[in-house]
């Protein structure tokens, strides 16, 4: 099965800044999502990176907060934008494969300082 | 509104007994459902699913049954192992095929 990283691992920023996660996949996957897990809270699908297009975002995840890129069929960005302490998350990115079977990497643990 | 719900925030087990996690949903249309597993630093990782045209899936010392009537499912582990003591999570797909997590349960399973 294919493999997937995310970089960085973690990470501790200021209040104010951006900062962009990457994910790469070893192989070409045709759907990636990104999902935010709270403290304490379950997984929160953010989008669905389309290749080629723009991202597609779920309700209460917006553009110019979450920009996501999609370049090609392995690789991703996520962005997080003008952070507060309230952004203090793990942050994944995943691949889906039939039947909705996703598989995740090993996530970005943010803390907004 | 949480469509599935995990109610119990953590479970302690003793080696070779059963664990059994429960999970609750809303949604009646809800047809598919899968339970992941995720330890400390690692992303989850896919365990086992279940269609709701079944009532039970088996896979090794992993079993998931399925109560369509009272939207419940459950994953029963036997043996319980130290190994086994992660963070489960249940998820269900909604319509538009995005999945909806619970919020976890944290299993220690002790020697």
């Known amino acids: 099965s294919a493999v997937i990283s995310q970089k960085p691992s973690r990470d501790i920023c200021q209040r104010g800044t951006s900062l962009t996660i990457q994910c790469q996949v070893d192989?070409?996957?045709?759907?990636m999502f990104w999902y935010r897990q709270q403290p304490g809270q379950s997984l929160t699908l953010i989008a669905t990176a389309n290749q080629g297009s723009e991202a597609t975002y779920e309700s209460g995840f917006v553009i110019d907060k979450f920009p996501i890129s999609r370049p090609n069929l392995t690789f991703s960005t996520l962005t997080v934008s003008n952070m507060s302490p309230e952004d203090s998350s793990i942050y994944l990115c995943s691949f889906g494969t039939e039947p909705y079977e996703q598989y995740f990497g090993p996530g970005t643990r943010l803390t907004v300082t | 509104d949480q469509q599935v719900k995990q109610n119990s925030p953590s479970l302690s087990v003793q080696e070779g007994r059963i664990s059994i996690l429960n999970c609750d949903y809303t949604?009646?249309?809800?047809?598919?459902f899968l339970w992941y597993k995720k330890y400390p630093a690692e992303g989850p990782t896919f365990l086992i699913s279940i269609s709701s045209i079944k009532d039970k899936n088996e896979d090794g010392r992993f079993t998931v049954f399925l109560n369509k009537s009272a939207k419940h499912l459950s994953l029963h582990i036997v043996p319980s192992q130290p190994g086994d003591s992660a963070v489960y999570f249940c998820a269900t797909r909604n319509q538009g095929g995005k999945l909806i997590f619970g919020q976890g349960t944290e299993l220690s399973v002790k020697p």
């Open positions: 949604n009646s249309m809800f047809d598919y």
């Open positions: 192989s070409q996957v045709t759907m």
